[in-house]
């Protein structure tokens, strides 16, 4: 399971062509960012929903180099929302197979190959729920206790734990 993790992050970590260290990881071209996917993606993008996180919001951070590794530096109203019950919605990227989740990432776009990492640790909350949650290609919201991470191990930026499914 920690393997699964660290690669999926580790395929995260990489700096698209053109980043700038100081800059919001992944940042692309307007069109391009969180929660944008291809246009031939049978997925619909995330609709805004006025009770759930924005993902323009989490992925709105810059990074630092610190020791030669990037680290996040998190705006007051990100930081805010640490250690606080939050609703986030996103697309189920599992950790393990099975058609029942406990811990999975959600992403602000739609997995649209297997091996591929749909964007940065911006754009994606790492979740460990309470019961399993069924696996669906459909967005998800679920709400937890949310945790902002200044220097995780597997560089993820955010958490939620004692996650339950919201419809």
């Not at 970590?13 to 940042?27: D, E, F, K, N, R």
Request: net charge positive.
């Amino acid at each position: 399971m920690k393997k699964i993790l660290a690669s999926v992050l580790i395929a995260c970590c990489v700096l698209p062509a053109g980043a700038q260290l100081g800059s919001p990881i992944g940042a692309a071209p307007a069109g391009s960012g969180a929660g944008v996917h291809s246009p031939n993606s049978p997925f619909k993008p995330l609709q805004e929903r006025p009770d759930v996180l924005s993902w323009n919001f989490l992925t709105a951070i810059k990074t630092k180099n610190v020791n030669n590794r990037l680290l996040p530096v998190f705006p007051s109203g990100v930081q805010a929302l640490n250690k606080k019950t939050q609703r986030v919605q996103g697309f189920m990227m599992p950790l393990q197979p099975g058609e029942n989740q406990k811990h999975f990432l959600l992403s602000s776009v739609p997995l649209t190959c297997s091996f591929c990492v749909p964007g940065g640790p911006e754009s994606m909350v790492e979740v460990k729920t309470k019961t399993p949650v069924k696996y669906s290609m459909e967005a998800v919201v679920v709400e937890g206790q949310f945790a902002v991470l200044e220097d995780d191990p597997y560089g993820l930026y955010y958490r939620i734990t004692d996650a339950v499914p919201v419809k």
